[in-house]
């Protein structure tokens, strides 16, 4: 097993890791930048990343725990943010959906490298209501919809060919109808109670602010060393 990674590294990489860093200059991030709500300034880096293209400002790493105590990341889309919750859509029947419906704590982390800029948050899942995940089924592109009805997602599948056989026969049933949204697909909201902005300095002395939502409502903050 040793001897195949060594070939494998040798034969396929020829970049050497250990000298891939950049210095991060872009900006830094005060105490006295910082509003009394991460919400307000979490609005704030995702427009300004909207604003400087980054790719796929709104894609974020969500983290779950199975039943069996064991985290599992992957990538989702935020597609709201309101009543301080963010929100993204999925199939509930989903690994990660399952590892919610078991343990509804969250982590989701947006990184936007252009800018050399993280935030952490931690909270508590919990689905939408089913008015809102129709409202927002109805905004996806037609074939998007047809994709979300046929899609055990999670599952093993048998091949491509089944899963385009599926595509093309669902399309033909909603031909000149309104496709409805399946119950296993829709919107969980998250609940942020911990939230975290990194900004990359310069000497890897990058600047970390915590926000700790207290039990009075009120976010207590703090600088974490880098
Ligand atoms: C850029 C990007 C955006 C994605 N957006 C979503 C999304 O909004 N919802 C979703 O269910 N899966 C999305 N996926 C796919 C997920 O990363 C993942 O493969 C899928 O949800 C199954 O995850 P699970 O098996 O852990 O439940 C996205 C993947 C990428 C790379």
Same mark, same amino acid.
């Given at each position: 097993?040793?001897?195949?990674?060594?070939?494998?590294?040798?034969?396929?990489?020829?970049?050497?890791?250990?000298?891939?860093?950049?210095?991060?200059?872009?900006?830094?991030?005060?105490?006295?930048?910082?509003?009394?709500?991460?919400?307000?300034?979490?609005?704030?880096?995702? #427009?300004?990343?909207?604003? $400087?293209?980054?790719?796929?400002?709104?894609?974020?790493?969500?983290?779950?725990?199975?039943?069996?105590?064991?985290?599992?990341?992957?990538?989702?889309?935020?597609?709201?943010?309101?009543?301080?919750?963010?929100?993204?859509?999925?199939?509930?029947?989903? =690994?990660?959906?399952?590892?919610?419906?078991?343990?509804?704590?969250?982590?989701?982390?947006?990184?936007?490298?252009?800018?050399?800029? #993280?935030?952490?948050?931690?909270?508590?899942?919990?689905?939408?209501?089913?008015?809102?995940?129709?409202?927002?089924?109805?905004?996806?592109?037609?074939?998007?919809?047809?994709? %979300?009805?046929?899609?055990? #997602?999670?599952?093993?599948?048998?091949?491509?060919?089944?899963?385009?056989?599926?595509?093309?026969?669902?399309?033909?049933?909603?031909?000149?109808?309104?496709?409805? =949204?399946?119950?296993?697909?829709?919107?969980? $909201?998250?609940?942020?109670?911990?939230?975290?902005?990194?900004?990359?300095?310069?000497?890897?002395?990058?600047? =970390?602010?915590?926000?700790?939502?207290?039990?009075?409502?009120?976010?207590?903050?703090?600088?974490? %060393?880098?």
């Amino acid at each position: 097993m040793k001897e195949y990674r060594l070939r494998v590294k040798e034969k396929i990489m020829k970049a050497d890791l250990a000298t891939i860093r950049r210095e991060y200059t872009k900006g830094g991030l005060k105490r006295s930048d910082l509003p009394d709500n991460p919400l307000v300034l979490f609005a704030k880096w995702l #427009q300004e990343a909207i604003d $400087a293209e980054v790719n796929e400002p709104t894609a974020m790493l969500v983290g779950t725990v199975s039943p069996e105590g064991k985290p599992a990341i992957r990538t989702v889309l935020l597609k709201d943010l309101h009543d301080g919750k963010f929100i993204f859509y999925t199939n509930y029947g989903s =690994r990660k959906g399952k590892h919610l419906a078991h343990n509804p704590s969250i982590s989701i982390s947006f990184v936007w490298h252009e800018l050399e800029r #993280q935030i952490h948050i931690e909270g508590i899942a919990a689905k939408v209501s089913p008015q809102e995940s129709d409202e927002y089924f109805r905004k996806r592109p037609y074939k998007s919809r047809i994709g %979300a009805r046929i899609s055990p #997602q999670s599952e093993p599948i048998e091949s491509r060919i089944q899963l385009i056989r599926d595509f093309v026969k669902e399309t033909t049933r909603w031909i000149g109808k309104e496709i409805d =949204r399946p119950e296993y697909w829709g919107g969980f $909201a998250v609940m942020p109670v911990r939230v975290e902005f990194w900004q990359g300095r310069v000497n890897r002395l990058h600047d =970390r602010f915590l926000y700790m939502l207290q039990s009075d409502g009120v976010w207590k903050i703090e600088r974490l %060393a880098p």
